[in-house]
């Protein structure tokens, strides 16, 4: 005869264990010390075995629960008689399987907390992330998901977890951070499986399905090509505001800044790839391809995986004279933005410059510029330029192909991409000189060939 909670309950310990009869096996064994334990025995497959499952735990859940199973966990107190048998009967079912379950027991305790996997995976990736990355990633963890399934197994967590933390995203009007959030979570757990800690996947949702709406980037906002010549005056010219003058701060903008926003300006990296700039990657006397170039390293690209190729940067003459006034800075160090603590014009020699450095100058000179936008801005005037700017002859100045590949753009097509990387690239320098001839004179104001670097005088 089945037993009931009450009956469980009420069970009183003796001198000695003595075993109350459930069903198909399964028993209550009572300790002299007052613990209890459901235990079975079953024949299966012509062999016996004890089936442990679990300590009693007299705290009484819904009869709604129960039938539901919702407080039928793996751990092992349980709730009573019912919970016990629906446990018993898996772990038969298992071992007809051929498994067992006191391995998968010890296999589930054996899984880890979810904020161990996720620092494991975070681990894994951060080799291949700039710092930038590395910083958001840990932020963007630390602020909306460890605070709700940190400590949680991660072979416990469920659809509902990952839909309420996307919910608090969306609900701060976060748009951006939710949808990374969730590529975050996604990968974790398909990490996950193939650690071989879950079984599926709860992350695989779509935003849309929540009713959700995706994120709509902002482009970023550029230099309005007309304004070139006075953005340009005002880098150098700007001499700071009456506040700054009165607190001690240095009139005009520091010349490591000046240089940065006018590198930014023309050579249309990232500007993660300029802030990151070494010395090393610099061919200033263009020994190597007969004209100065950049060697962008491939591990500090975007979308390395598509583009494995080093980027390729021909540098004009006006890009030189700059980068040559920066050496008497910088030239000494390996990276060429230092840090640039305070107010004074001292430079950290172990620091690097903020990511914010160029984007809050343009904003000081009055421009709302995000230093991204420069690439907006030379991606527009390229392809807007004509052979003949007031002629009759409507024809593109330059080939799109060029244009993308000095974006550092991925190809495509993959495998023309992987061959034409290094290709143009004297047409490029030529593209790059004519960009920078309109926004300021080259140095010395010479004429020079194009079709054959000549060095100007400083």
């Known amino acids: 005869m089945a037993l009931t909670f009450t009956q469980v309950k009420n069970a009183q310990a003796k001198n000695k264990r003595y075993y109350l009869n459930d069903e198909n096996g399964l028993r209550l064994s009572v300790e002299p010390n007052g613990t209890k334990y459901f235990v079975g025995r079953k024949q299966i497959n012509g062999n016996r075995h004890d089936i442990y499952c679990g300590k009693f735990n007299p705290k009484k ?13 793996d751990s092992d107190s ?27 027991e010890i296999d589930k305790k054996n899984k880890p907390l979810f904020k161990t996997a996720a620092n494991d995976w975070m681990e894994a990736k951060s080799r291949h992330w700039e710092a930038d990355t590395e910083f958001k990633v840990e932020r963007r963890f630390a602020n909306w998901v460890f605070k709700k399934i940190a400590k949680k197994r991660i072979d416990l967590i469920t659809t509902r977890d990952i839909v309420d933390i996307l919910e608090d995203i969306n609900n701060a009007e976060r748009t951006e951070t939710r949808d990374k ?26 935003i849309r399905d929540l009713g ?9 906002a550029s230099l309005d090509w007309e304004l070139r010549f006075q ?26 800044t000046q240089a940065a926003i006018k590198l930014q300006v023309l050579t249309f990296v990232r500007p993660s790839e300029l802030r990151n700039a070494q010395w090393s990657e610099f061919d200033l006397d263009g020994k190597e391809y007969g004209f100065p170039l950049w060697t962008v390293p491939a591990a500090r690209m975007k979308q390395r995986k598509n583009n494995p190729n080093d980027h390729l940067v021909p540098l004009s003459h006006q890009v030189i004279k700059i980068l040559r006034d920066l050496q008497n800075i910088s030239g000494h160090l390996p990276q060429v933005f230092p840090g640039m603590p305070g107010k004074s014009d001292k430079i ?19 421009y709302p510029i995000h230093a991204h936008g420069f690439r907006h801005t030379a991606s527009t005037a390229l392809n807007e330029a004509l052979i003949d700017e007031h002629g009759d002859n409507p024809n593109r100045k330059f080939d799109p192909d060029w244009i993308e590949m000095a974006l550092s753009h991925c190809h495509k097509d993959k495998i023309r991409g992987v061959y034409d990387m290094s290709k143009h690239l004297r047409a490029r320098y030529k593209m790059m000189q004519w960009y920078s001839d309109q926004f300021c004179p080259r140095p010395g104001g010479a004429t020079v060939n194009i079709e054959k670097w000549i060095p100007l005088a400083a």
């Open 78 to 104: 349980i709730n009573g008689p019912a919970q016990a048998r629906r446990r018993y009967a898996k772990k038969i079912d298992l071992i007809q399987c051929g498994l067992d379950p006191n391995q998968i």
């Open 212 to 220: 959700m709406q995706p994120h709509k980037g902002k482009r970023f």
């Open 231 to 256: 953005f340009w005056d005002d880098i150098t010219s700007y001499q700071g505001t009456p506040k700054q003058a009165v607190s001690g701060g240095r009139c005009g903008l520091h010349p490591v």
């Open 181 to 206: 959030v969730k590529g975050y979570l996604f990968n974790v757990f398909r990490f996950a499986k193939a650690k071989m800690w879950v079984e599926n996947n709860p992350a695989d949702v779509d």
């Open 348 to 366: 950290n020699p172990n620091g690097l410059m903020s990511a914010e450095t160029v984007r809050k100058a343009c904003q000081r000179l009055g």
């Open 61 to 73: 859940v819904s009869s709604f629960k129960m039938e539901k199973g919702i407080h039928d966990t």
